[in-house]
Nanobody, 122 residues
Framework: QVQLVESGGGLVQPGGSLRLSCVASGMIFRINAMGWYRQAPGKQRELVATVTTGGTTNYADSVKGRFTISEDNAKNTVYLQMNSLKTEDTAVYYC????????????????WGQGTQVTVSS
Protein backbone atom coordinates (compact mmCIF):
# COMPACT_ATOMS: atom_id res chain seq x y z
CA GLN A 1 0.00 0.00 0.00
CA VAL A 2 0.88 3.64 -0.39
CA GLN A 3 0.14 6.34 2.17
CA LEU A 4 -0.17 10.00 1.22
CA VAL A 5 -0.11 12.85 3.73
CA GLU A 6 -0.85 16.42 2.65
CA SER A 7 0.00 19.65 4.39
CA GLY A 8 0.16 23.35 3.65
CA GLY A 9 -3.45 24.38 3.31
CA GLY A 10 -4.91 27.43 5.00
CA LEU A 11 -6.57 30.79 4.60
CA VAL A 12 -5.12 33.27 2.13
CA GLN A 13 -6.29 36.50 0.56
CA PRO A 14 -7.02 36.74 -3.17
CA GLY A 15 -3.80 37.22 -5.08
CA GLY A 16 -1.80 35.39 -2.42
CA SER A 17 0.19 32.17 -2.55
CA LEU A 18 0.27 28.80 -0.84
CA ARG A 19 2.38 25.70 -1.27
CA LEU A 20 0.88 22.30 -0.66
CA SER A 21 3.04 19.27 0.11
CA CYS A 22 2.27 15.57 -0.22
CA VAL A 23 4.60 13.01 1.30
CA ALA A 24 4.33 9.46 0.01
CA SER A 25 5.34 6.42 2.01
CA GLY A 26 4.97 2.66 1.82
CA MET A 27 5.23 0.89 -1.52
CA ILE A 28 6.22 4.04 -3.40
CA PHE A 29 7.99 2.04 -6.10
CA ARG A 30 4.51 1.25 -7.44
CA ILE A 31 3.76 4.92 -8.17
CA ASN A 32 4.04 6.07 -11.79
CA ALA A 33 2.00 9.24 -11.56
CA MET A 34 0.91 11.68 -8.89
CA GLY A 35 -1.37 14.63 -8.91
CA TRP A 36 -3.66 17.00 -7.10
CA TYR A 37 -7.44 17.04 -7.22
CA ARG A 38 -9.73 19.52 -5.56
CA GLN A 39 -13.35 19.56 -4.51
CA ALA A 40 -15.30 22.70 -3.79
CA PRO A 41 -18.57 22.63 -1.83
CA GLY A 42 -21.41 21.33 -3.97
CA LYS A 43 -19.11 20.48 -6.87
CA GLN A 44 -17.51 17.37 -8.22
CA ARG A 45 -13.89 16.58 -7.56
CA GLU A 46 -11.73 17.95 -10.37
CA LEU A 47 -8.19 17.27 -11.51
CA VAL A 48 -5.84 20.20 -10.98
CA ALA A 49 -2.36 19.01 -11.92
CA THR A 50 -0.37 15.85 -12.56
CA VAL A 51 3.25 14.78 -12.76
CA THR A 52 4.64 11.48 -14.01
CA THR A 53 7.77 9.72 -12.82
CA GLY A 54 9.36 10.98 -16.02
CA GLY A 55 8.68 14.54 -14.98
CA THR A 56 5.91 15.36 -17.46
CA THR A 57 3.40 17.78 -16.01
CA ASN A 58 -0.13 18.74 -16.98
CA TYR A 59 -2.57 21.30 -15.64
CA ALA A 60 -6.23 22.12 -15.74
CA ASP A 61 -6.90 25.17 -17.88
CA SER A 62 -8.24 27.02 -14.85
CA VAL A 63 -4.85 26.94 -13.10
CA LYS A 64 -2.37 27.12 -15.98
CA GLY A 65 0.16 29.86 -15.44
CA ARG A 66 -0.72 30.14 -11.75
CA PHE A 67 -0.05 26.70 -10.27
CA THR A 68 3.10 24.60 -10.53
CA ILE A 69 3.43 20.94 -9.62
CA SER A 70 6.87 19.59 -8.80
CA GLU A 71 8.46 16.62 -7.11
CA ASP A 72 11.42 15.93 -4.87
CA ASN A 73 12.20 12.26 -5.29
CA ALA A 74 14.75 12.29 -2.50
CA LYS A 75 12.01 13.32 -0.09
CA ASN A 76 9.21 11.30 -1.75
CA THR A 77 7.28 14.55 -1.88
CA VAL A 78 5.12 16.28 -4.46
CA TYR A 79 4.38 19.98 -4.19
CA LEU A 80 1.72 22.26 -5.57
CA GLN A 81 2.79 25.88 -5.65
CA MET A 82 -0.30 28.04 -6.00
CA ASN A 83 0.13 31.70 -6.94
CA SER A 84 -2.34 34.45 -7.80
CA LEU A 85 -5.02 32.60 -5.89
CA LYS A 86 -8.65 33.38 -6.61
CA THR A 87 -11.76 32.87 -4.52
CA GLU A 88 -12.82 30.14 -6.91
CA ASP A 89 -9.72 28.15 -5.92
CA THR A 90 -11.32 27.56 -2.53
CA ALA A 91 -11.65 23.79 -2.08
CA VAL A 92 -10.34 20.75 -0.30
CA TYR A 93 -7.21 19.67 -2.15
CA TYR A 94 -6.39 15.98 -2.37
CA CYS A 95 -3.12 14.36 -3.27
CA UNK A 96 -3.49 11.34 -5.53
CA UNK A 97 -1.19 8.59 -6.76
CA UNK A 98 -1.52 5.62 -9.06
CA UNK A 99 0.42 3.03 -10.97
CA UNK A 100 -1.19 4.33 -14.17
CA UNK A 101 -1.21 7.91 -15.45
CA UNK A 102 -4.38 7.22 -17.42
CA UNK A 103 -6.14 5.91 -14.35
CA UNK A 104 -5.03 8.93 -12.37
CA UNK A 105 -6.44 11.44 -14.85
CA UNK A 106 -9.62 9.39 -15.24
CA UNK A 107 -10.26 9.60 -11.53
CA UNK A 108 -9.73 5.89 -10.97
CA UNK A 109 -7.15 6.63 -8.33
CA UNK A 110 -5.58 3.89 -6.25
CA UNK A 111 -4.35 6.05 -3.40
CA TRP A 112 -5.71 9.28 -1.93
CA GLY A 113 -4.52 11.60 0.76
CA GLN A 114 -6.86 12.85 3.47
CA GLY A 115 -7.22 16.31 1.94
CA THR A 116 -6.22 19.78 3.02
CA GLN A 117 -8.48 22.84 3.04
CA VAL A 118 -7.55 25.88 0.99
CA THR A 119 -9.68 28.96 1.53
CA VAL A 120 -9.18 32.10 -0.54
CA SER A 121 -11.05 34.99 0.97
CA SER A 122 -10.60 38.62 1.87
Amino acid sequence: QVQLVESGGGLVQPGGSLRLSCVASGMIFRINAMGWYRQAPGKQRELVATVTTGGTTNYADSVKGRFTISEDNAKNTVYLQMNSLKTEDTAVYYCAADTSYRALVAGRVSWWGQGTQVTVSS
